[in-house]
C-alpha cells in the first residue's frame, strides 16, 4: 500500500489509516472501503474527521475557560467558545442536520458554553435542555 493519504498501520492484517478522516480500516474489504468512501463524502458536505472535531473542543474548551491563554493575544475565550461550538456543528453537519437549523443550533450552543464557561449550574441546565432538539444528529 503506497499512498499520501494512507498509512500502513497494518499489523501484517492489511489495516490502513486514512491521514485525511483518520479512519482505520482494511481497504482490501469493500464494506470497508464503503464505509470509507461515507466518511470521505461527510468531509465534503462540510463535516470535519473525529479526530478534528474532538481538538476543536478539546483545544477550545481550554481556551475558553483559561484567561491566562488570552495574554498572548492569539487566542481569547470567544475564539475557544466559537471552536468548541463548530466542533459540534461538524458532527451535526456529518449527520444531516438541515441547512435551516444554523442560526438557532449556533445560538443555543453558545447558550450552553457560556453557561459551562461561567460554571453557573442553572443556566448549565435550562441550555443543556436547548440541545436536545439536536441529540439525533450528535
Ligand atoms: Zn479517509
Redesign the pocket.
Known sequence: MKSNTLLDVGFGLGVAE?R??G?QFVPQLPEDREL?EQ??RKIIWGGLPYGIREFLKDFGWAVAQRDDLEANGKWNTEAGKRAVVFGYWARAISNGIPENEFESFMSAHFEWVDARVANDPNRIDKAAKKLKRWQKYG
Open positions: 486514512c485525511i478522516c479512519l470509507h466518511e470521505h
